[in-house]
């Protein structure tokens, strides 16, 4: 009864093409900004905002760009750790080797080397189809993972291959608090998903969408493979690689290439398989989910065991920690392979119907 | 000259073990369409079983025999794997039929998850003994050609006629078996198979249990060389590039791959190494992979894709 659109008509072209046509939509949207914007601050303390906000945040923008890739152009790849961590060492590299650059053209700077990168590894993408992309990719991960630490240049010369920020601020702005951090990354994220979901709304979204259900079909219409497969690897790297940066600068702080190896590029799969393919909504879901899980775990184990009386070690926590892990993953793939994406479009659209069941 | 060859020796003897992992996971591949991530996971949990099994055997029906001990263990480990296969089965394959590859491929990385943590509850996460009471002593051979003669680890070699010997049963067991029939129709078509009468879930616990054999293998060699530890899951890393090279529905494939990777990630490392500040391995074998596969997109033995709209 409260989520219908009669009454509302669309009088003008550009009110009918907006992202919320529903004039609902645009509230809850607009109110959801606003409460993290205003809200979260106020209430949230500061463990809150280090461990859970600000990962899940640059988790979910990372996952935009996965998505864009695997979700929205159909090709697999397993690379998307390298894509961040060449995003977060080039934008090291601009921040301390030029003078007094400005941190968010540091941080966009790493996107655009990242976005470089992508391009070069997406190539095989136009002769190279399926699990073996996927595989393929992985050449670009394992072979970032060896040029950060080996090639001293990209560390300034330090020599493990870590890499330093501090003292980042904005037009003034010290960001030094955890709550500076959390609105810092929230601007980022809101943009970036704006500009996303508009991108994959246009023409270049439905050339990436052709090209994932099928690229010989999409090719014959028109569409040019190379031009629509090595864009979405050149958007999604783009937007890894800004992620990468924030996740380096403002999450860690000081970082060395193992932050960025393959279990990250594992971990943005299944945020994006878990939230959902082909969905923006479904990246910030699946973040949520791989974000909280593990703390929920870490915190709800010891208690259980407690409750027995059995005193569980911390290794064996971990151990367990693992095995719920998967099989949780292994049980949402069977009940919901379309992810969380789907139960909130579902959700929705019982919504319109409601108080009436059908 | 003599070292060149003691490199591609010891690089044919790595490409040998490659090959053994590597062909679990195109046995997977062929008969039930999953690319099975957890082939690494399986290593370690079969490896962990051997080890351990064989360390307490001797203690709880005491008797001394390491052979006994070992044949045992071996036995044991393979009997859990065929539990580890049936439940797989049971509990993730059949409900996840005709799903995409990728959503498939994510299954297999939470199986991995569970039995990396699975095994190390039951088993134990210290790092733990294979002793298969092989010789320990490198030979020289060819003394007469090259002076000092070549370097061979007695050990890589008995490991690679082992390997060598389980690919021929393997072989053997596809081409001359009426269930290894049964399997090689499986997978050339699920549903022409079950039309026939091929029960389906059966062959999968079939086909998965045989992977896991070759993964208990695989553990128990490298378990012995290096030790059974967490790290002995990233040997199927290594697997991977051997798998896209030869295509991932063939079994020569397997074994032709495993052995030029092995040999070229040797080289490699050992001429071009220097001059770029070595550890050059790990990707070495990636990117060779990903350069053939932009000559013959399938690998060098894979089915031809063929797309049709």
New interface residues.
């Given amino acids: 009864m409260f989520y219908r659109e009669n009454g509302q008509f669309k009088t003008t072209y550009k009110s009918d093409q907006q992202i919320f046509a529903v004039k609902q939509d645009r509230i809850a949207i607009i109110a959801l900004i606003a409460f993290a914007f205003i809200g979260v601050p106020l209430l949230a303390d500061e463990y809150l905002f280090r461990a859970i906000l600000v990962p899940f945040l640059i988790l979910a923008l990372a996952a935009i760009g996965v998505n864009i890739l695997v979700g929205y152009c159909g090709q697999i790849s397993l690379g998307s750790g390298a894509f961040m961590a060449v995003g977060a060492y080039m934008a090291y590299n601009v921040f301390m080797r030029v003078e007094d650059m400005p941190l968010i053209v540091a941080l966009l700077s790493g996107g655009f080397f990242a976005m470089l990168a992508g391009i070069i590894f997406g190539i095989p993408s136009l002769r190279v189809k399926g699990l073996y992309l996927a595989v393929a990719t992985l050449a670009a991960q394992f072979f970032f993972d060896w040029l950060f630490v080996r090639v001293r240049w990209f560390t300034l010369d330090s020599p493990a291959g870590t890499a330093e920020v501090s003292n980042l601020s904005v037009f003034g702005w010290q960001i030094a608090t955890p709550m500076d951090k959390y609105l810092f990354v929230l601007g980022f994220v809101v943009v970036f998903a704006l500009l996303a979901k508009n991108l994959v709304r246009g023409p270049i979204g439905r050339e990436w969408m052709a090209i994932r259900d099928m690229d010989v079909a999409a090719s014959v219409i028109g569409i040019r493979p190379m031009y629509a497969k090595l864009t979405a690897f050149a958007v999604s790297s783009f937007i890894i690689g800004v992620a990468g940066a924030l996740w380096a600068f403002v999450h860690l702080g000081s970082w060395e290439p193992l932050s960025f190896d393959i279990n990250r590029s594992f971990q943005l799969l299944f945020i994006v398989i878990i939230g959902g393919l082909g969905s923006i909504m479904g990246c910030f879901f699946g973040a949520a989910f791989i974000v909280i899980t593990p703390i929920v775990l870490n915190q709800l184990l010891p208690w259980i065991g407690s409750l027995f009386g059995v005193e569980i070690s911390t290794s064996m926590v971990g151990h367990a920690e693992f095995m719920i892990f998967g099989a949780l993953i292994v049980w949402f793939l069977i009940k919901e392979p379309h992810g969380l994406a789907k139960y909130w479009s579902m959700a929705r659209h019982k919504l319109r119907l409601w108080p009436f069941p059908h | 000259m003599g070292f060149f060859l003691e490199t591609i020796i010891a690089g044919l003897m790595n490409g040998v073990l490659y090959s053994l992992v590597a062909l679990g996971f195109v046995l997977i591949f062929k008969a039930s369409g999953v690319?099975n991530f957890a082939q690494g996971a399986m290593v370690l949990f079969a490896a962990l079983a051997m080890a351990r099994f064989a360390e307490w055997l001797p203690e709880w029906l005491g008797f001394e025999s390491l052979l006994l001990a070992n044949v045992l263990a071996f036995a044991i480990a393979a009997f859990l794997m065929l539990i580890f296969a049936w439940a797989v089965e049971r509990?993730?394959l059949r409900?996840?039929v005709n799903?995409?590859?990728?959503?498939l491929?994510?299954?297999t990385?939470?199986?991995?998850?569970?039995?990396?943590?699975?095994g190390?509850?039951i088993f134990g996460?210290d790092i733990y003994a294979i002793d298969l009471g092989l010789p320990a002593e490198p030979i020289f051979i060819l003394e007469g050609l090259f002076p000092g003669g070549l370097l061979i680890n007695q050990d890589d070699l008995v490991t690679a006629l082992m390997a060598m010997a389980m690919v021929a049963l393997l072989t053997l067991f596809f081409q001359k078996t009426g269930t290894g029939r049964a399997l090689r129709a499986v997978a050339d078509d699920h549903q022409a198979a079950q039309s026939v009468g091929i029960p389906l879930g059966r062959m999968w616990v079939i086909v998965w249990f045989m992977a896991g054999l070759t993964a208990l293998v695989a553990g128990m060699i490298w378990g012995e060389k290096m030790g059974v530890q967490f790290a002995l899951t990233f040997v199927a890393?290594k697997a991977?590039?051997v798998?896209?090279l030869g295509g991932?529905t063939s079994v020569p494939g397997a074994i032709v791959a495993g052995l030029i990777i092995g040999v070229s990630e040797q080289l490699a490392e050992v001429y071009i190494g220097p001059m770029?500040?070595?550890?050059?391995q790990?990707?070495f074998a990636?990117?060779l992979?990903?350069v053939v596969?932009?000559f013959r997109?399938?690998?060098l033995f894979g089915e031809k894709?063929i797309?049709?709209?």
């Fill in positions: 690319f509990f993730v409900h996840l799903q995409e590859g990728v959503v491929l994510m299954a990385l939470g199986i991995t998850f569970f039995i990396d943590g699975f190390q509850t996460s890393l991977l590039p798998i896209i991932l770029v500040g070595g550890g050059i790990i990707w990636y990117v992979a990903m596969l932009l997109p399938q690998g894709i797309d049709r709209v």
